[in-house]
């Protein structure tokens, strides 16, 4: 039950979490939730870094009934750090989400050309599914990933990139957009930029855009 009103929160230079390197994972309730559960939050305000979320950066635990209108961003640090995640709720999941929902607007961007990031994602939701559920979520605000480097680009009204795992009941209506410039694929969805597991009653109303 705890609401968080943020102005901004970056992370831009290595944080040692849990025995990891984590260069700027960032969260509006959480950086790393290293199990147990967030349970009735809420964020608002802007928050940057790696790996960002409205509720938290990294989650392999348990997020219930939570809503988030942050400003989401994961920015290209250059030579930190190989991949970039942004999610409405967690950049990069590999547990449970029920019952949350993201207004705010969603953005992974590599906007300068650097051969350490490969691929960016964002999602309405989630930035990149690596396992465990989305269920009963819906992201109403607009989600891009735009990359000039020699990598891909995924966005998704819920994930960007779904992984492993299952996501249900979902639905969104915010613009989807990725852009790639360099010998690279972008990928774009109303519910999932691109999938190699379970989407189930879902549904999207998004305006759609790639362009490689």
């Not at 209108?69 to 709720?89: E, P, Q, T, Y």
């Not at 990928?187 to 109303?205: H, L, R």
Request: hydrophobic letters at 35%; one cysteine or more; charged letters at 10%.
């Amino acid at each position: 039950n705890l609401t968080v009103e943020w102005s901004c929160i970056n992370t831009t230079t290595y944080k040692k979490n849990v025995g990891y390197l984590m260069p700027g994972v960032n969260g509006g309730i959480v950086a790393y939730l290293d199990g147990g559960m967030i349970n009735n939050c809420s964020s608002s305000g802007k928050i940057t870094g790696k790996s960002s979320g409205g509720i938290a950066g990294y989650s392999e635990g348990k997020i219930y009934n939570c809503t988030s209108s942050a400003l989401v961003n994961s920015i290209n640090m250059i030579s930190l750090s190989s991949s970039g995640f942004a999610g409405g709720i967690v950049g990069e999941n590999v547990g449970d989400i029920w019952n949350c929902t993201s207004t705010g607007s969603i953005m992974a961007s590599a906007l300068v050309d650097d051969t350490w990031l490969k691929e960016i994602f964002a999602g309405g939701i989630v930035g990149c599914q690596l396992g465990g559920a989305i269920v009963n979520c819906s992201s109403e605000g607009k989600v891009a990933a735009e990359n000039v480097n020699v990598a891909n680009s995924y966005a998704g009204g819920v994930t960007g990139y779904l992984s492993s795992g299952k996501v249900c009941n979902c639905f969104s209506k915010g613009d989807i957009l990725t852009k790639s410039i360099k010998w690279s694929s972008s990928y774009s969805g109303g519910i999932v930029g691109y999938g190699t597991d379970t989407v189930q009653n879902c549904y999207s109303v998004s305006n759609v855009k790639s362009v490689s």
